[in-house]
């Protein structure tokens, strides 16, 4: 690795189970964020596209240091199956120990009904209908049990099993939480995982329904990142951002996001959930402010195409440096660079390796 400083590549940009575009109609991939220090990467949320966009940002398997699931929903974690399957070849010739999958538990159960259903939904899969990070790394590779054992017995290839270990993250006793009312309490943000790069904290952050939902902190020699996932403005986030040196925040455009819904009832359930569990642009700029965050990037945007002045919104709540990058820009955090950057990275290129 040739910075100087850790830095993160923004994989993917967007955010919400669809395929988007930008403004100009330029694809963004799904949200994923890439935390590099020194000879590592870590991997945050692994959105459509994520590990083809390490492909192309020449990030290797075989320096991957973790993976960390924000929470459970689709656009976080549809492109594990690839990482599990396609990355399992890249490692085969690695001697490296399993890499850890980091994230959440079980909800436990179903959550709430909206109020404005008609009737009961009938679940997916009852028996076990809110598995978390180790339930999902389980049924996925038992879905893909017929290629995993026609590469293992035929071309002797390794395991998934032996090259990747989840680890569901065990919440501190007595907090408080409640997968239904109380998702986020007040907390002390709590070390789910350490190496010699990187300790990465956690904290609940409020994305009702789902629960658990965390935020993630990289604290390192030189600097900090905090990655919030999907949260509404919460005192949580605030916390576990308090004087890092990069925060990249998730936004949403709330005005242009209901103007795509057709379906009535879907879109005020809907839109229901998006005021309780997302943040604008300004509520964004106004966490950072308040936890005194040296940079702020806006990603998981929501609409994509949304116009830029609409995330230009942070800086009514926000004076420090503001960002909204493109997918496959990489911005430093070390807290000694004279200035703060953010440059589009290319296959091959000195910022990606």
């Known amino acids: 690795m040739q910075h100087q400083a850790p830095y993160v590549i923004t994989l993917g940009t967007a955010g919400g189970p669809r395929w988007w575009k930008d403004h100009q109609g330029t694809p963004r991939f799904g ?17 459509q596209g994520a590990g083809r966009q390490a492909n192309a940002a020449g990030l290797d398997m075989a320096d991957l240091g973790g993976i960390f699931i924000t929470h459970m929903h689709s656009d976080h974690t549809v492109d594990l199956p690839s990482l599990l399957l396609f990355g399992a070849f890249e490692l085969k010739n690695s001697p490296r120990g399993p890499i850890p999958i980091v994230g959440p538990g079980d909800r ?18 009852p028996l076990r209908p809110t598995p978390g990070v180790a339930g999902l790394v389980e049924g996925l590779l038992g879905a893909y ?112 996001l209901a103007r795509q819904y057709s379906d009535a009832e879907m879109l005020q359930a809907t839109m229901d959930h998006h005021r309780r569990a997302h943040t604008t642009a300004a509520e964004a ?35 420090g440096t503001l960002s909204i990058p493109d997918d496959l820009e990489v911005i430093p955090f070390g807290r000694h660079d004279t200035e703060v950057l953010a440059m589009p990275v290319t296959a091959g290129s000195a910022a990606a390796r």
Not at 110 to 121: D, E, F, I, K, N
Not at 168 to 177: K, M, N, Q, R, S
């Open 108 to 125: 436990g159960k179903l959550p709430p009904l909206s109020p404005r259903a008609t009737s009961v939904p009938v679940p997916v899969a």
């Open 31 to 47: 949200i994923a964020t890439a935390v590099v220090v020194n000879n590592m990467w870590y991997l945050v949320d692994c959105g």
């Open 285 to 319: 700029g106004q966490i950072a402010n308040d936890a005194g965050a040296r940079h702020l990037a806006l990603h998981h945007l929501v609409p994509s195409y949304s116009p830029p002045e609409a995330w230009a919104e942070a800086r009514s709540t926000y004076n």
């Open 145 to 256: 049990a017929t290629d995993c054992n026609d590469r293992i017995f035929d071309s002797l290839a390794k395991s998934p099993i032996e090259q990747f270990k989840p680890r569901e993250i065990t919440l501190p006793a007595g907090i408080g939480f409640d997968p239904d009312v109380n998702v986020a309490p007040e907390m002390e943000p709590f070390e789910v995982f350490r190496d010699a790069n990187v300790t990465v904290s956690a904290i609940l952050v409020s994305h009702h329904p789902t629960a658990p939902a965390f935020a993630f902190r990289f604290d390192t020699e030189a600097g900090s990142v905090t990655i919030s996932g999907d949260t509404a403005p919460c005192t949580n986030m605030v916390r576990l951002a308090s004087g890092t040196d990069l925060l990249l925040h998730e936004a949403i455009n709330l005005e242009i």
